[in-house]
Nanobody
Framework: VQLQASGGGLVQTGGSLRLSCAAS????????MGWFRQAPGKEREFVAGISRSSTYTTYLDSVKGRFTISRDNAKNTVYLQMNSLKSEDTAVYYC????????????????????WGKGTLVTVSS
């Protein structure tokens, strides 16, 4: 699976962005999907995850109520809608895929992901 993230950019505090991650291949629906981010000088952290069939979603506490992850298996795409952005959301955002078609759960760890896309930079200015 190859993943391509897009949608990053510069936005003011309180603004919104929607990230997209397009996947190649016909097995997109077999994988749990997730968004991670890495700020300068910090480790990459989990932000949001969604199970294969969208049954389950999980979020980092600091983004709950502001970010929404969704997926469209027909379009092989996962999204991250980010509202009420804060300066601390500034980071490079990565999409990732993992798991198997035999499970339907959310993956929240970097080690649980098998495929990573190149990141897209989100900069929130005050």
């Amino acid at each position: 699976v190859q993943l391509q993230a897009s949608g990053g950019g510069l936005v003011q505090t309180g603004g919104s962005l929607r990230l997209s991650c397009a996947a190649s291949g016909r097995t997109f629906s077999s994988y749990a999907m997730g968004w991670f981010r890495q700020a300068p000088g910090k480790e990459r952290e989990f932000v949001a995850g969604i199970s294969r069939s969208s049954t389950y979603t999980t979020y980092l506490d600091s983004v709950k109520g502001r970010f929404t992850i969704s997926r469209d298996n027909a379009k092989n795409t996962v999204y991250l809608q980010m509202n009420s952005l804060k300066s601390e959301d500034t980071a490079v955002y990565y999409c990732a895929a993992g798991g198997s078609p035999y499970n339907n759960f959310v993956i929240t760890t970097r080690g649980g992901m098998d495929y990573w896309g190149k990141g897209t930079l989100v900069t929130v200015s005050s």
